[in-house]
């Protein structure tokens, strides 16, 4: 790939560190700045990493010595530091959502079109094994043509082990926006795009209280709808029902299932690059687990900035703005159709990114082991 690509990383929460293990050391790439509003956390950052400088956001967007921002920001920022390194002529790839708005989201791929620079986004969880071998097993035929499929994420909640869960509560967030891009960008893998949909969603709970961290025990507004569930007419006729809550304890559901003529698939958790793939073909008396056959193996959040960049004009990264922007539009239509009652038909599509052959651990991350230096 000839000299290493140059990253500058924006927005040092918690997620960060799981980018930087992947990142740092990694021979396909150079982390040379960070930034964050606490100055403090960025100087902490780069005294970690030798030859990362600690910048303000502004002076990191505009850096010279940055190929492509990685926007780790919460939700509500990722449009405004996008939109500031597209300006710049930067490449950006941000944390999902695209952004916290629709109108924002489309303003980005906009922009970074006219600019003639690319734009990825995350979830690349779905690049992993468990995903794309999945998608194999549907390619293959292995539960002839799919009918229908389900997708459930349930929990308590995440201000249980987020010390700063506010975001989670306001615009731009909510138990759809936060985890739907995991199994929407799936769905879209297995099944194709969205045509239309029809969603309910309630706010179940008035407040939630911070299970850990500096701030236990205080209490936040939820601003957003805490459980959203929904009905997804695909593009090829499949229906697929989803259910995503934060008013839940548990749940026995598969996080996705894919039912054909043929047979059901299991599919694993979409927030994990791993998981066991499960087959039950018509005639079976049980399920059986499919070998690993696709995917990045060990595969690390960062694997779809990666892909991002080795894509490199030759073909359309897996993680990619087109994509990000569709399943955006899904998640805030099912979110309009509950307040309005009424089906809603998107205005956007996208193709089923390239699936991943079965790339080695070692293929991915290099000869240089990825991890902190």
Sequence with gaps: MGDAHRIGVVGLGVISRAYLDTLAGHPAVRVTAVADLDASRSAAVAAELPGVEALTVEELLSSPDVDTVLNLTTPAAHAGVALGAIGHGKHVYGEKPLAATLADARAVVEAAAKAGVGVGCAPDTVLGTGVQTARVAVVAGSIGRPQFASAVMITPGHERWHPHPDFYYTE???????????????????????????????????????????????????????????????????????????????????????????????????????????????????????????????????????????????RAPRANGELALHVLETMTALLRSSAEGRRIELTTSAQAPDPVPWTAAGDWKGPVAPGRA
Excluded: C, K
């Design 172 to 314: 731009g967030g909510g138990p759809l926006l936060d985890m739907g891009p995991y199994y929407l960008a799936s769905l879209i893998h297995l099944l194709g795009p969205v045509r239309a949909v029809i969603g309910a969603a309630g706010r179940l709970r008035a407040e939630r209280t911070i299970g850990s961290g500096p701030r236990t025990g205080e209490r936040i507004p939820v601003e957003v709808d805490s459980h959203v569930s929904g009905v997804l007419e695909h593009v090829g006729g499949a229906l697929t029902t989803i259910t995503t809550s934060f008013d839940g304890v548990a749940t026995t559901a598969a996080p996705i299932e894919v039912h054909g003529e043929t047979g059901s698939l299991s599919v694993p958790d979409p927030n994990r690059f791993d998981g066991e793939v499960r087959l039950h073909a018509l005639g079976d008396t049980r399920w059986r687990a499919l070998p690993v056959s696709a995917g990045y193996e060990d595969g690390a959040r960062g694997v779809g900035l990666l892909d991002f960049i080795a894509a490199d004009g030759q």
